[in-house]
């Protein structure tokens, strides 16, 4: 597609609905908003503006929640994930708009697919994992996802269940895992080139966001936003790879 710039309004609401999910539920922000945006402003800018965004949203809910980081955990999960950054990141700069962003759908799509597997499995109590190296593997595919894609949260998720990692401990410690391999994905690709206007509206979109997530977070049950955050997601990257496949 033309990766114009984005209409105000859906800048502003892609944004904030990622925004409030990742408040409520501690990840979903590139899930809910990358496809939007990729539609919006096109593959490549559209997830660097994500990364950018994903930095500042999680700076935000790790100040509230830094009392549950587990510091080591998240230190061995970022690790590798800085270095599967920089292949991503020549995957994004080198790839054609629009496989690039059939490439984003798809990818969304796939880490859809995988969290509600991982929720499945969840339930089922099998399946614990142990040690480092799948620390490791869930790191690096994070990395490398957050840089072409701007989803590194499923990879985590994922690690999260097999070693039955408690909810609110893996919620604040993915906030610095994102902090850190975000700005990793910004210094390996740059900042997106967007018009003053539209810097201003996604601030604004991102702190509306996490006040109204913040506000809603008592009162709305995790597992219901969850269930709308991924629906949304899915019709999202749904639509970004038929446009890529129709040559944007």
């Known amino acids: ?11 502003a609401v892609a944004v904030a609905l990622g925004a409030g999910t990742q408040r409520i539920t501690g ?12 539609l919006l402003l096109g593959p490549f800018a559209g997830i660097l503006l994500i990364n950018v965004l994903g930095v500042a949203a999680s700076v935000l809910v790790l100040a509230q929640v830094r009392r549950d980081v587990d510091v080591r955990r998240g230190l061995l999960l970022s690790a ?8 991503g990141a020549w995957v ?3 790839t054609a708009p629009a496989l690039l962003q059939v490439l984003v759908g798809g990818c969304v799509v796939v880490a859809l697919l995988v969290v509600l597997a991982a ?15 799948p620390a490791v593997l869930a790191g690096a595919a994070s990395g490398f996802m957050n840089a072409t894609a701007g989803v590194g949260g499923p990879a985590l998720t994922i690690y999260a269940v097999a070693t039955r990692w408690p909810q609110p401990a893996f919620a604040a410690t993915a906030q610095l ?13 740059g900042l997106p080139s967007l018009p003053a206007a539209d810097w201003v509206v996604a601030i604004a979109a991102l702190a509306v966001g996490l006040v109204a997530g913040t506000a809603l977070s008592a009162r709305v049950a995790p597992a219901a936003a969850r ?22």
């Not at 590798?80 to 292949?87: D, E, F, I, K, S």
């Not at 929720?119 to 190296?133: H, I, L, P, Q």
């Open 92 to 94: 994004a700069r080198t």
């Open 27 to 38: 990840l979903g922000f590139a899930l809910v908003a990358a496809p939007f945006l990729v």
């Open 227 to 248: 269930t709308a955050a991924l629906a949304l997601a899915l019709v999202g990257s749904v639509a970004t790879v038929v446009d890529g496949l129709l040559g944007g």
């Open 80 to 87: 590798p994930a800085l270095v599967a950054v920089l292949p």
């Open 119 to 133: 929720d499945r499995r969840s339930g089922t109590g099998a399946g614990v994992a142990a040690g480092t190296a």
């Open 1 to 11: 597609m033309d990766a114009g710039w984005p209409a105000p309004l859906g800048l």
């Open 177 to 189: 895992c994102f902090v850190v391999i975000g700005s990793a994905s910004v210094a390996a690709k």
